[in-house]
Every structure is written in C-alpha cells, then in structure tokens.
C-alpha cells in the first residue's frame, strides 16, 4: 500500500509537522549562503576541515543507501543533520545506518528519513532513532494530519529510544503509549 506520491514533501517530527530550515544542495557553493544545508557525502567530505568545524550548526549531510557510514563516523561532532535517504521502499540498507549511527556512534544530532518513507516502515525508524522525516507519501501524509502514527503498542526488543523511569525485567518490554 504505497501509494502515488506527490511533489509536495513536508517535514514531520513526533510533535508535529514543521517549516524546513534545511535546504538540499548539490555543492559546497551553498555554503557561502544563509541557511542550513544538506550536502552530499562527497561534497561534504570534500570540505576544508576547518570549514565543517565552523559551519556545523549549518551543516547536514545526506547518505544514499550505497554510502559508507564510517566514512563519516569521526567526523559527526562537525554534523547538526544526517540525512538517510530511502530511495525505494524495498531498500532497507538506510534503516541500518540510523541504528548504528544511535547505537555504535552515539549521534546526537537529528537523524532524517527522506524520499520514500511509508505508513507501515515509521513506528520502526522511530524505535531506530529517527526524529525528523520528509514526507510526501499521501497516505502518510493523511494520516500523520489525523494523529495516526500506527505501530504495536508493546515491543521486546530494545530501541535506540530511552525506555521510560520505572522497573526493569529482562523479560519484559514496557507498552509503549
């Protein structure tokens, strides 16, 4: 149930929908600009390494399923944004990249889902560590406006998300509200 998508994307966080401050860019030029920026893996690789320390709070990069997290692994104290880009709904590889880049990695910073994020796959890149996702599926789009993020409301599994104050059996996971 995917669904056509539209041209219209919009930016979703668990406490609602919200405006864009970050722009795509194809170069580094943007940089000579304002605003906040989501640059390629190489370009921002390609960098001056004093240029990424002082742009960081301007600065994201996007990684396509293809692309190497540790390639930038030592370089995320110099990143406000990673951006894991979905670009078929049967490529999973980016669901891994958000898990280690919250579990291994201990990213801090805003971990985006972008180009086909779908109905069924959000409850799981928001227990991943997911936080920001560009949106333009109808369906989700439809039922984010209605309040419905959907998912189970009793998992297992650990999740990249803190587990709520209260006691802890192994055995047992907390329902999830």
Request: net charge negative; glycine share 6%.
């Given at each position: 149930?995917?669904?056509?998508?539209?041209?219209?994307?919009?930016?979703?966080?668990?406490?609602?929908?919200?405006?864009?401050?970050?722009?795509?860019?194809?170069?580094?030029?943007?940089?000579s600009g304002n605003g906040r920026f989501i640059l390629p893996l190489q370009v921002f690789l390609d960098l001056d390494p004093e240029v990424r320390r002082s742009a960081k709070e301007r600065l994201g990069v996007v990684l396509q399923p293809g692309d190497q997290l540790e390639k930038i692994a030592g370089l995320l104290d110099q990143l406000s944004l990673v951006a894991l880009a979905f670009p078929a709904f049967s490529d999973g590889r980016s669901f891994s990249k958000g898990e280690l880049l919250r579990g291994r990695y201990h990213f801090e910073g805003a971990v985006r889902a972008t180009g086909q994020v779908l109905v069924d796959q959000l409850p799981h890149m928001l227990r991943l560590g997911f936080d920001e996702f560009e949106i333009s599926n109808p369906v989700l789009l439809k039922r984010l406006e209605e309040g419905r993020t959907g998912g189970l409301g009793l998992y297992y599994q650990?999740?990249?998300?803190?587990?709520?104050?209260?006691?802890?059996?192994?055995w047992r996971r907390v329902r999830s509200s």
């Open positions: 149930m995917t669904g056509p998508t539209t041209p219209e994307t919009r930016l979703w966080t668990p406490a609602g929908f919200h405006e864009d401050e970050w722009t795509h860019a194809e170069s580094a030029d943007a940089l650990p999740s990249a998300v803190p587990e709520p104050k209260g006691p802890k059996y192994s």
